[in-house]
């Protein structure tokens, strides 16, 4: 980044960008009032992202100057009235606040993310996540603590931050400070790879090919990169000359802009599904919570070939369903099962012991006419093989009819009891 370099606005929009669309991603499948922590934490880290990219462009713009890579005679001979010395003033009080900006958001961004996996890993005390996810929200707020009052008590009084004259020495330079640098690397990089054990040792043991397990530990392991930046950006601004301003704001906005990607790339779970044939996190994260002898593989043609009878499923259900409609009235029972009967009800070939030992015990108490009721009955009826099976089912005084098909309750245009003037016809009207 030179003065007109715009990689920091480059870098700036990008990342509000990818925050951008993982607000909406989320509101698109939740809604706004199921957003979580780290769904707020985020947009709070697109502010500060971008206070970071403006501070670092203004060291920019002051040339790096700051209170660093001066000689004891440079130093003396500097004027405080003179251009050289404010922009070294206002460099080191910029880099000093561009360093609260650093660290703030590498930390809300693992807040975010331990939030984000304690949402994963909901369910699986078996594997005591939610514990391990406890302990890393407490080591993270104690580590975030500890860099905080490194940078404040390192350098007393805390003018010597931009103090020229006399050197204030390592400790009062923000841009190289030993004592910052190592307080702030150790953390970083030990928080980060906690972060990584939470995923990773899920994901290896989940039963897939060992491609798929590359592809998806590259996805949700990005934290790697951001250790990766992490060390380089130390590494370069430990043995950086007179550009260590540079250098270091250079490099604090390409790691925040890494793991700003990193964090909020799984959220995007269509792209994800895309990415890993189908697999998503949260899948996995369910195969964990069935015991080990559920557990199996689907390959991309197992996943094809159910999606494929589902769908044929469901168009055999759907034309049985249309051929029914099509056949039968809705109120409407088979003619083969059901008869119309000397009362004006309707008789179903229905089960029951009871009504048929009426049945029974009533035709045989009636003797000889019990015959001659049969074969009337069965003339109604519109046939004779349902004669010696048929139990005449009158109206109930509710009006309720019982049809093979459906209930229709209250219906206002049946007759509470029979009518003679309707023997032998239906109750529906044509």
């Known amino acids: 980044m030179g003065g007109g370099d715009p990689e920091a606005w480059t870098l700036m929009s ?20 199921k957003f979580q922590l780290d769904d707020y934490l985020m947009p709070l880290v697109a502010i500060i992202f971008a206070a970071e990219a403006t501070a670092a462009y203004m060291v920019l713009v002051w040339h790096g100057l700051a209170n660093t890579n001066m000689t004891p005679e440079e130093r003396a001979t500097l004027s ?8 070294r003033v206002l460099g080191s009080k910029i880099h000093v606040i561009g360093t609260q900006f650093y660290a ?17 890993t909901a369910g699986l005390e078996s594997l005591n996540f939610p514990r391990r996810i406890r302990i890393t929200y407490v080591i993270l707020g104690v580590t975030y603590v500890a860099v905080v009052l490194t940078l404040f008590l390192s350098c007393r009084p805390f003018h010597k931050f931009w103090q020229i004259n006399p050197d204030p020495g390592n400790s009062c330079q923000a841009p190289r400070s030993r004592i910052y640098l190592l307080t702030v690397l150790i953390p970083n990089v030990l928080t980060d790879i906690l972060l990584l054990s939470v995923p990773l040792p899920l994901l290896w043991k989940v039963n897939i090919s060992l491609r798929k397990k590359i592809l998806l530990m590259c996805l949700y392991g990005g934290g790697i990169f951001v250790i990766a930046a992490a060390i380089i950006r130390v590494a370069l601004v430990w043995t950086a000359g007179r550009q260590v301003a540079v250098t270091s704001s250079k490099w604090a906005c390409r790691e925040t802009f890494v793991a700003l990607i990193v964090a909020n790339l799984p959220i995007f779970q269509p792209f994800v599904r895309q990415l890993t044939f189908g697999h998503g996190f949260t899948a996995f994260i369910s195969s964990a919570r069935r015991r ?18 589902r769908r044929e499923h469901e168009q055999r259900e759907r034309a049985a369903s249309y051929a029914r409609k099509r056949a039968l009235h809705p109120l409407s029972v088979p003619a083969d099962e059901t008869v119309w009967g000397i009362e004006g009800g309707i008789m179903l070939d229905e089960e029951m012991g009871s009504a048929e030992n009426e049945g029974e015990n009533k035709n045989s108490a009636d003797g000889g006419n019990a015959h001659e009721h049969e074969h009337r009955d069965a003339d109604r009826g519109g046939g004779s093989g349902h004669s010696g099976k048929k139990k005449i089912a009158s109206p109930p005084p509710n009006g309720i009819v019982m049809t093979q098909e459906m209930v229709v309750e209250s219906a206002p245009w049946l007759p509470t009891r029979p009518n003679p003037a309707l023997k032998g016809r239906s109750y529906f009207p044509s």
């Open 104 to 120: 703030l958001i590498l930390w809300l961004v693992k807040f975010s993310i331990v939030v984000f996996y304690s949402r994963l």
């Open 80 to 87: 405080p009235s003179s251009e050289e010395y404010r922009q």
């Open 292 to 309: 080990p002898s559920q557990r199996h593989a689907l390959s991309r043609k197992d996943i094809h070939q159910r999606h494929r009878q």
């Open 14 to 33: 990008i990342g509000i960008f990818v925050i951008i669309l993982r607000v909406y991603s989320r509101w698109s499948v939740v809604g706004f009032s």
